[in-house]
C-alpha cells in the first residue's frame, strides 16, 4: 500500500469510530473517512480506496460501492477549488444556464471538467433557490449570480481559493 | 386561529449573528427549556407533542408525537435520527435555520431524544452544505462543553450523545430509510417498508426520523404548551409554516408565514407580486415532487389536509378523461409538501421546466427499482425533445404512460415524486406542450 493517512486524520477517524457505538463495525465512518482520503490525496484513487478499507477493517468492495454511488466523491483528480453552480428549477427560471455558461467560458472549462485549479460542477439544487442564480463554492455561498458577476466571482476565487476539504 | 405575520417560531433570530455562540443562545432563552424539560417524563413531552398537532416539516406532514409513538415500548436501544439532507428543488428553509440557530436544534434534539430514552443520536447533514456543517459541529462541541451534552446531563442522569454526521452528494438520502443506509456506511438505498424506522431502524433499533423545522418547534412546545401551539396554527395542523418562495416573484425569500396562508397572500402581500409586472401561470407549492396549482388554484390555504383535498385544486388525471387513483378511488391535487414554492409566471415555457425537473429525477434515482431506474431517464429523454420542438405525436400519451407506471411501483417515494409532476403538469398545462408538438408538425 502506498498510500497513508496524516496523524490527525488518523484520530479524527479513530474518535469518530467511537461514535456509533451500536453499529458493531467501523461501517458508519466510511464517509468521513472518504471525505478525509480526497482531502489528503485530492482524489479516490484505488490505493485511497485500499486505505479506507483497511483502515475501517472493510472489504474494498464496500469502500468502492460507496465511494462510487455519492457525487461528491471523485475519482480522477481535480481542480484545488470546485465551484458548484445550481441550474434546477428556481435557477433556472432565473437564468441560472446563462450563469453556467459565463462559468465554463471564463474557465476555459466545460460543465463536469477540470484544470489544476478549478473543478466545474453543474449541481442539482444547493438549498439557496430564495437568491437564484446560486453556487456554493466550499463554506461560500455565490447567490443572485448574473453573468456579468462570473468574472469577479472566478477572480476572487483564484486569489483566495476554497477547496471543500477544509470543511473535513 | 392562525398567527399573524409577524409571529415567528423558529426563525426569531434569524439575523443575530450572535445567536449563533452558545453565550448568544444562551442571552436570549436558549436551553431554559432543556431544563425543564428534563424535569418531566419522557411520556409526557410526547403527549404535549401529540397535543400539539405539530407535523413533520420534510414532505410528508405527518404527525410528530403520533410518529413517536410507534417506538415500541421499552426498546433498549433507540435512535433519534434528524434529517438535514434538504435537497428537494425549491427548499431552502432547513439550510437557513441550522445556519442562524444550531442551538435551537440542539435544544430540540435534545429534548426529543429525552422523550424517546434515545442515548445515539445523529444529525445526518447533505455533503454539500458545508458552511453549516461547521457551524452545527461547532455548536454541538460547545453543547457537549456546556454540559447540555453526554452522560447525566446537568445532573439528571439523564443521557444524550449527538453526533453530526456528513452525506456525500445524493438527494436520495432525504429519503429516511436511504438516509439510514447511508448513516449505516451504506449506499443511499432506499429499505422496503414494512419495517419502518421506529420498529426497526437505523442498526437495527427503534429509530424516529425528524426533520430540522419539525425538531426546532419541540422546545417551543414543550415551553409554552402543546394546546398553545395547536392553537397557533389551521385544523389539524399546529404551528407556523417556513416558506421558501422562489422563482419569477419580485422579493424571493424564506419567510416564517402562518399556517394555511394562501398562495395568492403569499405572492402578492408577502413578495412584492409576480416580476416584471407578469401574471402567474403556474405555482409549485411545496417542492417539485408536487404537482402543480394554476392560476385558478391560488386562492387555496397553503396547509397540509387543505392542499389534499381542498376541491379547489383539480385532481391529477393519468390522460384526460381518466383520473389518476391514489389508492381506493382517491384523487390526487397536491401536497404541502417541503414548503419550496415555486413561481411560475405568464411567459414561463413550461415544457422546459417539466423537462429540468425530469433531469433531476433521472439523475437522482438510486437505480434500486426498475421503473424509476428505467422510468425517469425515459421521461427526461421524451421531455428534452417535446421542449425543444422535436417532439413526436404521440409523445405526451408516451409521457403519461410511463409515469404511470412508475408511480406506486416503487420502494420509496421518489419514483412517486418523479411521476406526479409529470401527470400533473400534462393535466394542467397540456396545451403548452401540444403547442411544442404541432410547432414542429407545422
Known amino acids: 500500500m502506498s498510500l497513508e493517512f496524516s496523524g490527525p486524520a488518523k484520530q479524527k477517524i479513530a474518535a469518530l469510530c467511537e461514535r456509533y457505538p451500536d453499529a458493531g463495525s467501523k461501517k458508519p465512518v466510511v464517509l468521513a473517512a472518504l471525505h478525509l482520503a480526497q482531502k ?11 486505505l479506507v478499507a483497511a483502515t475501517l477493517e472493510l472489504p474494498y468492495a464496500h469502500v468502492y460501492g460507496v465511494a462510487t454511488f455519492y457525487t461528491m466523491f471523485r475519482r480522477e483528480p481535480g481542480g484545488v477549488t470546485t465551484i458548484r453552480m445550481c441550474t434546477n428549477i428556481s435557477c433556472m427560471l432565473r437564468d441560472g444556464y446563462d450563469v453556467l455558461a459565463a462559468f465554463e467560458q471564463k474557465l476555459g472549462l466545460k460543465k ?18 430564495a437568491n437564484a442564480p446560486c453556487a456554493v463554492v466550499g463554506t461560500k455561498y455565490f447567490l443572485d449570480i448574473t453573468p456579468a458577476k462570473v468574472s469577479a466571482i472566478v477572480d476572487e476565487l483564484r486569489s483566495a481559493p476554497h477547496p471543500e476539504g477544509e470543511v473535513v | 386561529m392562525p398567527t399573524d405575520r409577524t409571529t415567528k417560531l423558529v426563525s426569531a433570530r434569524f439575523g443575530d449573528d450572535k445567536a449563533r455562540t452558545m453565550a448568544g443562545y444562551e442571552a436570549s432563552g436558549g436551553y431554559a427549556t432543556l431544563r425543564k424539560a428534563l424535569a418531566m417524563r419522557p411520556e409526557d413531552i410526547t403527549a404535549e407533542v401529540k397535543a400539539s398537532n405539530l407535523r413533520g416539516r420534510g414532505g410528508a406532514g405527518f404527525a410528530t408525537g403520533v410518529k413517536w409513538g410507534f417506538v415500541p415500548p421499552g426498546s433498549p436501544k433507540v435512535h433519534l435520527v434528524c434529517n438535514a439532507d434538504e435537497s428537494e428543488p425549491g427548499t431552502c428553509k432547513d439550510r437557513e435555520l441550522i445556519y442562524w440557530d444550531p442551538h435551537l436544534l440542539i435544544e430540540g434534539m435534545i429534548i426529543s431524544a429525552h422523550a424517546l430514552r434515545a442515548h445515539h443520536n445523529y444529525i445526518y447533514i447533505r455533503g454539500e452544505m458545508m458552511r453549516e456543517y461547521v457551524v452545527l459541529a461547532k455548536a454541538v462541541e460547545e453543547a457537549y462543553q456546556r454540559g447540555y451534552l453526554g452522560t447525566n446531563i446537568l445532573g439528571t442522569g439523564v443521557t444524550v450523545h449527538l453526533t453530526v454526521h456528513r452525506g456525500a452528494g445524493a438527494y436520495i438520502c432525504g429519503e429516511e430509510t436511504a438516509l439510514l443506509n447511508s448513516l449505516e456506511g451504506l449506499r443511499g438505498q432506499p429499505r422496503l417498508k414494512p419495517p419502518f424506522p421506529a420498529v426497526k431502524g437505523l442498526f437495527g433499533n427503534p429509530t424516529i426520523v425528524n426533520n430540522v423545522e419539525t425538531l426546532m418547534n419541540v422546545p417551543l412546545i414543550v415551553d409554552k404548551g402543546g394546546a398553545w401551539f395547536n392553537g397557533l396554527g ?15 416573484v419580485e422579493k424571493p425569500g424564506v419567510f416564517e408565514l402562518p399556517m394555511g396562508i394562501t398562495f395568492r397572500q403569499i405572492i402578492d402581500e408577502v413578495c412584492g407580486g409576480v416580476w416584471k409586472g407578469r401574471k402567474v401561470k403556474a405555482v409549485i407549492p411545496g417542492g417539485v415532487s408536487m404537482p402543480p396549482l394554476d392560476a385558478d388554484e391560488l386562492d387555496v390555504p397553503c396547509e397540509f389536509d387543505a392542499l389534499q383535498t381542498d376541491e379547489r385544486i383539480k385532481p391529477v388525471m393519468v390522460r384526460p378523461g381518466e383520473q389518476f387513483n391514489l389508492g381506493g378511488g382517491k384523487a390526487l391535487r397536491t401536497m404541502a409538501g417541503s414548503g419550496g414554492v415555486v413561481v411560475l409566471d405568464d411567459h414561463c415555457d413550461i415544457p422546459k421546466a417539466v423537462w429540468r ?12 427499482c426498475t421503473p424509476c431506474r428505467e422510468g425517469t431517464g425515459w421521461m427526461e429523454k421524451v421531455a428534452r425533445r417535446v421542449a425543444d420542438g422535436t417532439g413526436k405525436p404521440g409523445d405526451l400519451e408516451l409521457l403519461s404512460s410511463i409515469a404511470h407506471g412508475i408511480a406506486g411501483n416503487t420502494i420509496c417515494a421518489l419514483g412517486d415524486a418523479a411521476a406526479w409532476p409529470m401527470l400533473g403538469f400534462l393535466t394542467k398545462f397540456r396545451a403548452d406542450f401540444e403547442a411544442k408538438i404541432q410547432q414542429r408538425a407545422a
Do not use: P, Y
Not at chain 2, 425537473?357 to 434500486?368: D, P, R, T
Open chain 1, 40 to 50: 489528503e490525496f485530492g482524489h479516490l484513487s484505488d490505493d485511497a480506496l485500499r
Open chain 1, 112 to 129: 463536469g471538467e477540470s484544470n489544476k485549479e478549478f473543478t466545474l460542477v453543474e449541481e442539482e439544487c444547493i438549498a439557496a433557490c
Open chain 2, 234 to 248: 389551521m385544523g389539524r395542523s399546529g404551528g407556523t409554516r417556513m416558506l421558501c418562495v422562489s422563482g419569477h
Open chain 2, 357 to 368: 425537473i425530469m433531469k433531476f429525477f433521472a439523475h437522482e434515482s438510486c437505480g434500486q
